[in-house]
């Protein structure tokens, strides 16, 4: 079964700081990775999608990139700013019915 | 604007009570999914639909009903014989089967 794991479950950065989140996974033929974001209470945004034979994605200061031999994706975000503070989702996919969602890092951008 | 809504925002459910809670999307996209997330865990898959009077079981099945009568809407059935139902849940849509998913606000379960 697909593990995926995200590594901190929390951070907390003062602004300006470009930081880098990590989501790793056990399994590596995926179709593609997607990254999202979650404020309190609400849906789920999507950032960035990395289909499995693309290395990365880039959306103004969000980069992301992909791994599959290694079964890991990193997300960086440059500058960081109060407004990033959220909590930051990735999730594979194996099939069309076949999603896995990691637990998510908990990011919070001091002013 | 195109989106997903769902509704109600918060819905309390009553022991042996059926509730539903409604998904609509306006982005025509053909493949609808209903998830549950719990506190500090990942989303967990319970219904997809890929076309309309279609739709298949996710990994957490149990004790969920869905139906798929017309494309814009993908309703959602917490049943009695669900024990445990109390959760965010959330409906998403994608154009195409490995297309990027969009994520209605969110639908918070509480029992009474």
């Known amino acids: 079964k697909q593990e995926v794991t995200q590594i901190p479950a929390a951070l907390s950065v003062p602004e300006g700081e470009n930081l880098v989140l990590n989501c790793s996974f056990t399994d590596s033929a995926i179709y593609n990775l997607q990254w999202f974001r979650q404020d309190p209470g609400k849906g789920l945004t999507s950032l960035l999608l990395?289909?499995?034979?693309?290395r990365e994605q880039t959306s103004g200061r969000l980069n992301a990139s992909l791994d599959k031999s290694s079964g890991r994706s990193t997300l960086y975000i440059a500058a960081s700013q109060p407004g990033d503070s959220a909590t930051y989702l990735c999730a594979v996919r194996l099939d069309f019915n076949k999603f896995y969602f990691g637990s998510g890092t908990k990011l919070n951008v001091k002013p | 604007d195109g989106g997903i809504t769902q509704s109600p925002k918060y819905l309390f459910r009553k022991e042996g009570q059926n509730v539903t809670l409604s998904c609509e999307q306006n982005?025509?996209?053909?493949?609808m999914y209903w998830y549950r997330q719990d506190p500090g865990q990942g989303l967990r898959l319970i219904y997809y639909?890929?076309?309309?009077?279609?739709?298949q079981k996710g990994d957490i099945a149990e004790g969920y009903s869905v139906s798929r009568e017309k494309k814009e809407s993908f309703p959602l059935t917490v049943t009695s014989a669900q024990k445990n139902p109390t959760a965010f849940y959330l409906c998403?849509?994608?154009?195409?089967?490995?297309?990027?998913?969009?994520f209605g606000p969110g639908t918070r379960l509480l029992v009474l």
């Open positions: 982005l025509n996209h053909d493949a």
């Open positions: 990395i289909q499995s034979s693309q």
């Open positions: 998403a849509s994608s154009q195409g089967n490995l297309e990027t998913q969009y």
């Open positions: 639909s890929q076309i309309v009077n279609d739709f």
